[in-house]
């Protein structure tokens, strides 16, 4: 089935944990406790929930940290008698937050310190009494705790409704660390990305450039060849002579430039791995996929169930259908779509993949197909008409080949092949 990124967001009430009983009042003090929290990401989360549940607990100070390093916390919010406050550095060894990292949750209602005696805060801020409880996501990446501390003893048992509010803001905190962490790995693969467009798209250019260079440096060659031999069968004077023996010269020496300048910035070392270009296709999408919708463009995947592994280099690959997709997107601005759908499908065929990728927008001239790859050549007002050119690059470099055409549905269509080594 083709897989669809066309995402529809749904909105939900906050919802305490399904199947779980809380008498009356424990239910209104939690619920209007995990409300406090609503909408809030980032360290306005984290700061609501160490103020709020201290509140509710009564106790002196909240904290939530994460592991940091080994042996160390690094603080994300803490709460000193209804107020936040910087934390100092915590270590972990000898401490109630070591304990809860290996157990999970840990509970001291009286004399703390008599049970970690090496804990100087502790002493230092006349604790008493510590509950704690771990968080940590699936692959044990993302790890801390959630820890309330008081300087009297904790006169109630922990019931129920505390350790079920803990454990919601205790997944609270997870799904936020892992979605800014999602988000910042995001940033810096489009910031990689972005940097690495620039770079290919000047290489480009220069590459260009020289290439149109050298064909009238060419020319002039030939034309001062003919004009030396003219000069000698007429016994032009010898200063004239000279003159185009020194221009000569000159422009052997622009053509040779032009030519050292088209081979360094051809030689493009590729870093090459193992990679699934499968994933590559999915990373690519996701990346842009935000633009994608604000632009109603429906996406489309038709991916291969069979291996689809190769050498290459991943940042390249990604260069090549962002190039591609982007080349769609100003398609479709160009005029009214009212069902805008780019098209992705890979196969394999023998020891070769094909991506296919295709749109339904206005398509390619018939007299342009043949030129779409050359650099500067471009249909579209503003551009400078290297992105297609870039893409070409890149397959040739990686051992394979690409060829345009129309799709079924009128739109522009670009087949890719890679050798699967």
């Not at 000193?80 to 934390?87: I, L, P, Q």
């Not at 959630?146 to 129920?160: A, F, I, R, S």
């Not at 990346?287 to 038709?302: M, N, S």
Request: glycine residues 6%; proline residues 3%.
């Amino acid at each position: 089935m083709p897989e669809n990124t066309e995402v529809k967001e749904r909105v939900t009430s906050p919802q305490l944990h399904d199947g779980v009983t809380f008498d009356s009042k424990g239910n209104t003090v939690i619920t209007n406790c995990y409300q406090a929290v609503v909408g809030k990401t980032g360290a306005p989360l984290y700061t609501s929930i160490v103020k709020s549940l201290s509140q509710m607990v009564g106790v002196d100070f909240a904290h939530i940290g994460i592991v940091a390093a080994p042996g160390q916390i690094e603080t994300l919010a803490f709460c000193e008698r209804g107020s936040t406050s910087a934390a100092v550095p915590y270590q972990l060894i000898g401490t109630p937050c070591e304990r809860t990292l290996s157990k999970g949750f840990c509970v001291h209602l009286d004399n703390i310190q008599a049970h970690y005696p090496d804990d100087e805060l502790l002493k230092v801020y006349n604790i008493q009494s510590y509950i704690g409880m771990e968080f940590k996501n699936s692959t044990g990446d993302v790890r801390g705790l959630l820890c309330l501390y008081d300087t009297k003893p904790l006169q109630k048992p922990v019931g129920d409704n505390l350790f079920q509010l803990m454990t919601l803001f205790c997944e609270r905190i997870v799904t936020d660390i892992c979605r800014h962490k999602a988000e910042s790995q995001l940033e810096e693969l489009q910031q990689a990305l972005i940097d690495r467009t620039h770079k290919n798209a000047t290489r480009e250019i220069a590459t260009g450039i020289a290439h149109q260079i050298s064909q009238p440096l060419t020319a002039l060659m030939l034309y001062i060849n003919g004009c030396q031999d003219v000069a000698k069968k007429n016994n032009v004077a010898i200063e004239v002579q000279t003159l185009l023996q020194k221009i000569k010269h000159q422009a052997t020496r622009c053509l040779a430039t032009a030519k050292e300048i088209k081979s360094f910035l051809r030689t493009n070392e590729l870093v090459k791995s193992r990679v699934d270009v499968k994933a590559v296709i999915r990373e690519t999408v996701e990346l842009i996929r935000h633009d994608l919708q604000k632009q109603a463009i429906c996406t489309e995947l038709e991916l291969t169930e069979e291996a689809s592994f190769i050498e290459a280099d991943r940042y390249q690959l990604q260069q090549v259908l962002l190039n591609l997709i982007e080349n769609a997107r100003e398609a479709f601005d160009s005029r009214a779509n009212s069902a805008k759908r780019i098209t992705l499908e890979l196969k394999r065929a023998g020891q070769k993949l094909i991506l296919r990728f295709s749109d339904n927008g206005p398509g390619i001239e018939p007299s342009q197909l043949e030129r779409v790859f050359e650099p500067f050549v471009t249909s579209k007002a503003g551009g400078i008409g290297v992105g297609l050119s870039l893409v070409r690059a890149i397959v040739t470099a990686h051992g394979g080949q690409i060829a345009a055409t129309s799709s079924e549905s009128g739109g522009a269509c670009f087949v890719i092949e890679l050798p699967v080594r």
